[in-house]
């Protein structure tokens, strides 16, 4: 028997705030990685005005010091401060793993980086996207989980794209040591691994802790950073003379971060676990060549391939670290 898809008030234009307005979040700690920036800082912003103490875990925290200032001098706001963490090295998350405290109600997974024009390795030997986006996400979650054990109720979001529908996670060559690499194929295949981590971690429901991925949508951040004018210009978003110009589907950050708090803390999603949400409602399941944009595609909700991905993962940080 399948579940319902769940539905929600919230469109695609809902703003952060709005999907948990009137929640208290007073007394809940959350992570959020890559929160000093973009679809991250409004990640951030929304939960500690709610009254949570937030975490931005972040490679340099003193980027995040804006941000920590903003929410330190607004009324009402938890406590908010940033700590180091650099998710493409294991002595980071490990580091970042042993010196975190108490529970941990909430973990949004958000830092990641796009189409990497070249193959970079990490000095493990790990594929960069792969490495920043699910392997060292998947280190911190599972270092995490006794203190996400701890408060019986605990979420977990992955930040994932719609960039997982064309690449399936490659169990044969996950670090393209055998073929051509190809920056959307790498990115691709991380976000797909992202909504499969999500799935296998349905062995933690014993313990009450929901994993859901999300994919934010189309916003323009620092994530484009790696692609060139002429594949700015293929996407729409950059006119002849160099200006950003995003098409109307594009949305805010603020738009975008409003997906990711939604599992992360509506009562709308209480309980709710291995799911994949975008424009603030869960998704339908697509193939992954379907033309029309959006939906999550069946391999990233394949249990078997999540069981594998999670065997995967854990051998990877074993021998690696
Ligand atoms: N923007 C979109 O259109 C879009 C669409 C679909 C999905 N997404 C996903 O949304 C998430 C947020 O992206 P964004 O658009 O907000 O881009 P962004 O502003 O570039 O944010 C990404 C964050 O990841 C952090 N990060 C990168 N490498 C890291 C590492 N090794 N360790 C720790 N943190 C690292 C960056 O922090 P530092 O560089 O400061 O360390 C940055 O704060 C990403 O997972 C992205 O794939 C975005």
Redesign the pocket.
């Known amino acids: 028997m399948t579940n319902a898809l769940l539905t929600t008030p919230f469109t695609a234009r809902t703003a952060a705030e709005e999907v948990i307005d009137g929640v208290d979040l007073t007394g809940r700690r959350a992570v959020v990685?890559?929160g000093?920036?973009?679809?991250?800082a409004e990640t951030v912003r929304a939960p500690a005005r709610a009254g949570a103490e937030v975490t931005i875990a972040?490679?340099?925290p003193e980027?995040a010091g804006p941000l920590v200032h903003e929410l330190t001098a607004a009324r009402g706001a938890g406590t908010v401060r940033a700590a180091a963490?650099?998710?493409?090295d294991p002595a980071s998350v490990d580091s970042f793993v042993r010196t975190w405290n108490g529970p941990l109600d909430v973990l949004v997974a958000?830092?990641?980086?796009?189409a990497l024009p070249e193959r970079v390795l990490t000095p493990g030997g790990w594929e960069m996207q792969l490495a920043?986006?699910h392997l060292?996400h998947f280190a911190l979650a599972t270092g995490l989980h006794p203190a996400l054990r701890a408060p019986g109720t605990a979420r977990v979001v992955v930040?994932s794209?719609?960039a997982h529908r064309s690449a399936p996670f490659d169990f044969d060559d996950p670090h393209f040591e055998r073929r051509p690499y190809a920056p959307w194929t790498a990115y691709g295949r991380s976000k797909s691994a992202g909504v499969l981590f999500a799935v296998g971690a349905r062995r933690w429901a014993d313990d009450g802790i929901t994993v859901n991925a999300v994919?934010?949508?189309?916003?323009l951040?620092?994530?484009q950073r790696h692609l060139d004018d002429e594949t700015m210009r293929a996407f729409g978003v950059m006119d002849g003379e160099g200006n950003l110009t995003p098409p109307p589907f594009y949305k805010t950050?603020l738009q975008?971060a409003a997906t990711s708090v939604l599992p992360a803390a509506s009562p709308l999603s209480a309980g709710v676990t291995g799911r994949y949400f975008e424009d603030g409602q869960e998704a339908r399941v697509v193939r992954g060549d379907e033309e029309r944009p959006g939906g999550v595609a069946a391999h990233a909700l394949d249990p078997e391939a999540a069981d594998r991905l999670w065997e995967y993962s854990s051998t990877a940080l074993r021998t690696t670290a």
């Open positions: 990685t890559g000093a920036s973009g679809i991250g972040t490679r340099r980027s963490l650099d998710l493409s958000n830092a990641g980086i796009m920043t986006n060292g930040v794209s719609g994919n934010p949508g189309f916003i951040t620092r994530l950050p975008g």
